[in-house]
T-cell receptor
Framework: AQSVAQPEDQVNVAEGNPLTVKCTYSVSGNPYLFWYVQYPNRGLQFLLKYITGDNLVKGSYGFEAEFNKSQTSFHLKKPSALVSDSALYFC?????????????FGQGTTLQVKP | DTGVSQDPRHKITKRGQNVTFRCDPISEHNRLYWYRQTLGQGPEFLTY????????KSRLLSDRFSAERPKGSFSTLEIQRTEQGDSAMYLCASSTRLAGEEYEQFFGPGTRLTVL
């Protein structure tokens, strides 16, 4: 079965420190991977994607993610966290059994950045 | 604003009533998706349109749910005889796909439905 797992419900980090939000996936075929961020009472905002090419993908707001095929992971990272990064983060993978491009999402990880 | 818009943003209804939500995608996007998000969960796929054709429906979409996208522009999602279990955030997203390249989905702000 295709799935996305975000093993941490919440990640706490101090402002200025590096952050990592973990994601692992299981999908048939080549994985198309995405990270989205959701602020309270708002829709999802696209951060970055991996389709092919370099394993390190750079995205919006200084975020990057590292694709690791052998570990089936796509962890989100940022070298220096900001308080304003505090939000709910979702990892998603394109459903490989469908041509529609529909996404399968993880359960989300709340990132709390403290001053 | 050229993003995805949804209306209404909030809807409170009584059990048994019908509700309809509207989504206006980004104008040049031919792909439109509806997802449902419940508290503490990630969004779950409901249905997909390519232009005006509804090409896929999730098993989550019971007979009480219907979606349309007339003329391949805006889309509506109707829930008949609402139940308390329908309470959720309903998200609309749109995207495009050109020359085989996969483009990201852009999400609207969502419609939060509360069924009393």
């Amino acid at each position: 079965a295709q799935s996305v797992a975000q093993p941490e419900d919440q990640v706490n980090v101090a402002e200025g420190n590096p952050l990592t939000v973990k994601c692992t996936y299981s999908v048939s075929g080549n994985p198309y991977l995405f990270w989205y961020v959701q602020y309270p009472n708002r829709g999802l905002q696209f951060l970055l994607k991996y389709i092919t090419g370099d394993n390190l993908v750079k995205g919006s707001y200084g975020f990057e993610a590292e694709f690791n095929k052998s570990q089936t992971s796509f962890h989100l990272k940022k070298p220096s966290a900001l308080v304003s990064d505090s939000a709910l983060y979702f990892c998603a993978v394109r459903d490989g059994t469908s041509n529609t491009g529909k996404l399968i999402f993880g359960q989300g990880t709340t990132l709390q950045v403290k001053p | 604003d050229t993003g995805v818009s949804q209306d209404p943003r909030h809807k409170i209804t009584k059990r048994g009533q019908n509700v309809t939500f509207r989504c206006d995608p980004i104008s040049e996007h031919n792909r439109l998706y509806w997802y449902r998000q419940t508290l503490g969960q990630g969004p779950e796929f409901l249905t997909y349109f390519q232009n005006e054709a509804q090409l896929e429906k999730s098993r989550l979409l019971s007979d009480r749910f219907s979606a349309e996208r007339p003329k391949g522009s805006f889309s509506t999602l109707e829930i008949q005889r609402t139940e308390q279990g329908d309470s959720a955030m309903y998200l609309c997203a749109s995207s495009t796909r050109l020359a085989g390249e996969e483009y990201e989905q852009f999400f609207g702000p969502g419609t939060r439905l509360t069924v009393l």
